[in-house]
């Protein structure tokens, strides 16, 4: 992992889509349903359009200051002492949100397949592994992405055909039973998870190799597009084969799979499934602790980055067994705290540096022209 290090736009577009797909394909839907009902796809809607708002306040910046990170044009633009004080919440959060994600891993491994396995277990396992994966550097991230994000969609895009049999469309029927407001509430969780974070891909934006700076953003956008047709695909399946449980039933793309029965050829393969979800939570992890280390060797101003993985991995592994040992309080967090707490973090810096970043530039045009 080194400064030298770069990756092509469509290498990054990847690592973009798994991050906004990794975790959320298996934890959305239940939610989303649970609170909008039949109206969740409406709810996704919303909370994209929102995503690509950021999308295109992020690439504006790169625009602006193409061989910086964030942190590095916010103090350009904002200033040492005001940058500092805005990372101190950053980095919280950034923590919190690589431990939230091992957290996930640990329960969906206890309530689905690993039911005896200690949550400790778990838990350094993985985040061993994701130490390892983030000390291979970013460009071997960006190669291992090719392969395994083509292996988790083509097992979701073969459950979702594998149960076409249990559809029924009339369960998408009334769209709006309970009018707007739940609706709405539904996209503010689904903004907040995974949306509000894409702020912090900016971190990593730089990397990207000066030949490829101005397709980055058409292929960001591309990989956004796909993320949301995919979720939109899979709350909209859960719905017409599981009706009113969609929104009870945890991990819906999980008990789909378990729904697979063809001619007793093909059935029970919700553990190849499950593992192969797995991967998207990985990957997750392993770029959000990439993005971490980032932020922290910047802010430090330190040379060398390796020397911070493997404490800030252990310090969220601590977070990740003695915060949220209750999963009904995740479970509200996530819905009600974490969008609050993305805003405040990751979407507020943004918009304070887009908007003295506007500022500047105009004032530049009105002198230019004077």
């Not at 959320?24 to 909008?36: H, K, Q, R, Y």
């Not at 130490?131 to 994000?149: D, N, W, Y």
């Amino acid at each position: 992992m080194s400064k030298q290090e770069r990756v092509s736009s469509i290498q990054m577009s990847m690592l973009f889509l798994f991050f906004v797909t990794g975790s959320s394909i298996v934890i959305i839907p239940a939610p989303l349903t649970n609170v909008a009902g039949n109206g969740a796809w409406i709810s996704l809607l919303i909370a994209v359009a929102m995503g690509m708002v950021l999308l295109a306040g992020i690439l504006y910046l790169y625009r602006q200051f193409p061989s910086k990170s964030l942190i590095e044009y916010s103090r350009f633009t904002l200033g040492n002492g005001l940058t500092i004080l805005l990372l101190i919440p950053f980095t919280c959060v950034m923590f919190w949100n690589v431990a939230g994600i091992v957290i996930e891993i640990g329960l969906f491994f206890k309530s689905t397949m690993l039911k005896e396995t200690p949550t400790y277990a778990v838990n350094s396992l993985f985040f061993v592994t994701i130490a390892l994966t983030v000390l291979a550097g970013i460009e071997v991230i960006a190669r291992m992405t090719a392969v395994f994000l083509t292996l988790m969609f083509g097992f979701i895009i073969i459950v979702l055909v594998l149960v076409g049999t249990l559809y029924h469309p009339e369960y998408l029927l009334p769209v709006l039973p309970d009018g707007i407001r739940p609706i709405l509430n539904a996209a503010y969780i689904a903004y907040g998870f995974p949306y509000s974070e894409l702020v912090v891909f900016a971190i990593i934006l730089p990397l990207v190799r000066n030949e490829d700076t101005s397709k980055v953003g058409k292929h960001l956008f591309v990989a956004l597009i796909v993320n949301a047709m995919t979720l939109l695909a899979s709350i909209i399946c859960s719905i017409m084969v599981l009706g009113p449980l969609s929104g009870d039933l945890k991990y819906s793309l999980y008990q789909l799979a378990r729904l697979i029965f063809v001619q007793d050829i093909i059935e029970r393969i919700e553990s190849v499934i499950g593992f192969s979800l797995i991967v998207g939570f990985y990957f997750k992890a392993s770029i959000l602790l990439l993005i971490l280390i980032r932020v922290l060797a910047q802010m430090l101003r330190l040379e060398n980055e390796r020397l911070l993985v493997f404490p800030a991995a252990f310090i969220c592994l601590l977070l990740s067994l003695t915060t949220y040992t209750k999963e009904a309080e995740l479970e509200e967090i996530v819905n009600i705290i974490w969008p609050l707490l993305n805003n405040i973090a990751y979407v507020l810096p943004l918009l304070l540096i887009f908007g003295v970043t506007l500022f500047r530039s105009r004032n530049s045009r009105n002198k230019n022209q004077d």
